[in-house]
T-cell receptor
Framework: RKEVEQDPGPFNVPEGATVAFNCTYS??????FFWYRQDCRKEPKLLMS???SGNEDGRFTAQLNRASQYISLLIRDSKLSDSATYLC?????????????FGQGTELSVKP | GAGVSQSPSNKVTEKGKDVELRCDPI?????LYWYRQRLGQGLEFLIY????????KSGLPSDRFSAERTGESVSTLTIQRTQQEDSAVYLC????????????????FGPGTRLTVL
């Protein structure tokens, strides 16, 4: 089993649609969770951290379920500029706390 | 302020040659990471430096790969006797990552070095 698994893509949606990405992680000792965004041929950039109580940043909502080891990202009213690959990221457990483990990414394409 | 920088941005080399890739992290960031991303693939962890601790080399794919870091500054990733399967983008990232922490701070990535082995 992969340490971080994401929905296979790509997701093709029209502008204005709501889209949800799912992610599961294998190690229950992980403490930090993130969603990164990677544009084509660019480096990954932090989209948002994911907190236990869930958190929202504009059109983006992230949720964490520790019991199920599940993370989600919801994008409302999607824009053309949201087209990118979304990476679910979890930190390594214990003394590997600083090490980040990346999922394979889910590609999103928003069409007019 | 200045972000993470990497050089060269592109490197084309012949099979069997050695290459050296450089990363300048954000000033003050104690943690530095190297990743590899093959075309159409996710990020593959290679190595992690945290302050003066022994580096986590668990992701290095073979003994042809090595990396060094001078204090809390520049790092170089060296690939010896390059093979065609080494062709990828090599990404460096840095973060504040407190020593001994079980959590981690945001990682900031450089633009990467695109390595092509002919």
């Amino acid at each position: 089993r992969k340490e971080v698994e994401q929905d296979p893509g790509p997701f093709n949606v029209p502008e204005g649609a709501t889209v949800a990405f799912n992610c599961t992680y294998s190690n229950s000792a992980s403490q930090s969770f993130f969603w990164y965004r990677q544009d084509c041929r660019k480096e990954p950039k932090l989209l948002m951290s994911v907190y236990s109580s869930g958190n929202e940043d504009g059109r983006f909502t992230a949720q964490l379920n520790r019991a199920s080891q599940y993370i989600s990202l919801l994008i409302r009213d999607s824009k053309l500029s949201d087209s990118a690959t979304y990476l679910c990221v979890v930190n390594g457990p214990g003394n590997q706390g600083g090490k980040l483990i990346f999922g394979q990414g889910t590609e999103l394409s928003v069409k007019p | 302020g200045a972000g993470v920088s990497q050089s060269p941005s592109n490197k084309v080399t012949e099979k069997g040659k050695d290459v050296e890739l450089r990363c300048d992290p954000i000033s003050g960031h104690t943690a530095l990471y190297w990743y590899r991303q093959r075309l159409g693939q996710g990020l593959e962890f290679l190595i992690y430096f945290q302050g003066n601790s022994a580096p986590d080399k668990s992701g290095l794919p073979s003994d042809r790969f090595s990396a060094e870091r001078t204090g809390e500054s520049v790092s170089t990733l060296t690939i010896q006797r390059t093979q065609q399967e080494d062709s990828a983008v090599y990404l460096c990232a840095s973060s504040l990552a407190p020593r001994g922490s079980t959590s981690t701070d945001t990682q900031y990535f450089g633009p990467g070095t695109r390595l092509t082995v002919l």
